[in-house]
Nanobody, 122 residues
Framework: QVELVESGGASVQAGGSLKLSCVAS????????VGWFRQAPGKVREGVTI???????EYAESVKGRFVVSRSNVDRSVYLQMGTLKSGDSAMYYC????????????????RGRGTRVFVSS
């Protein structure tokens, strides 16, 4: 049974930092592209970042230079270090896994968690 569980969401002040974690099970983690997407109330989902099986990363323009994605195949986990947070970063953050990274950046991947909420107060 595939499962992805996010954690680390919180309320923070603008300019602050936060680290999200996602632990996966039920599939061969090292064979999958993993990453994060987000959705704020009333807004379309936005792909945030991915990290491919070879470690290649991609970021949305809105988070470049502020967010860093990493993965641990040993721990079957993907992480999102968020810095210089802005109110516009407030959203539900989901981790996802897919054979092709575009599924995470551009769509709702079949393998995804239930989300962790981030709220940034200005």
């Amino acid at each position: 049974q595939v499962e992805l569980v996010e954690s680390g969401g919180a309320s923070v002040q603008a300019g602050g930092s936060l680290k999200l974690s996602c632990v996966a099970s039920g599939f061969t983690f090292s064979d999958y592209c993993v990453g994060w997407f987000r959705q704020a109330p009333g807004k379309v989902r936005e792909g945030v970042t991915i990290i491919a099986t070879d470690g290649t990363t991609e970021y949305a323009e809105s988070v470049k230079g502020r967010f860093v994605v990493s993965r641990s195949n040993v721990d079957r986990s993907v992480y999102l270090q968020m810095g210089t947070l802005k109110s516009g970063d407030s959203a539900m953050y989901y981790c996802g896994a897919a054979k092709t990274c575009s599924e995470i950046m551009d769509d709702f991947p079949n393998y995804r968690g239930r989300g962790t909420r981030v709220f940034v107060s200005s």
